[in-house]
Nanobody, 123 residues
């Protein structure tokens, strides 16, 4: 069983910063890629940032230069540092983790979601 939990959301003023954490827990799991998505009210969900196990990453164009994704492979935590936030960044941010549950030589793929954390950017 793989569990994913996001923390770190909240209310922040425009220009402020937040750091979101995505924690993965479970037995014998190998995480391949972790993705942060967001969904604003009335809008479609969009991929904000992704990071692979080898630390390769990519970002949504509108957050480049403001958001930084990083990972702690030992703790299986992925962080999303968000700086210079704007009201347009207001959304529920969710973490999706893809990997495999390993039993001996067999890896069973998984894709798990957390419940999301609300980010509100407002004065």
């Amino acid at each position: 069983q793989v569990q994913v939990k996001e923390t770190g959301g909240g209310l922040v003023q425009p220009g402020g910063s937040l750091r979101l954490s995505c924690t993965t827990s479970g037995s014998m799991i190998s995480v391949h890629v972790t993705k942060w998505y967001r969904q604003a009210l009335g809008k479609q969900r969009e991929l904000v940032a992704a990071i692979a196990y080898d630390s390769g990453f990519n970002y949504l164009d509108s957050v480049k230069g403001r958001f930084t994704i990083s990972r702690d492979n030992v703790k299986d935590i992925v962080y999303l540092q968000m700086n210079n936030l704007t009201p347009e960044d207001t959304a529920v941010y969710s973490c999706n983790v893809e990997g495999a549950i390993v039993h001996g030589d067999i890896g069973t793929p998984f894709s798990s979601w957390g419940q999301g954390t609300q980010v509100i950017v407002s004065s």
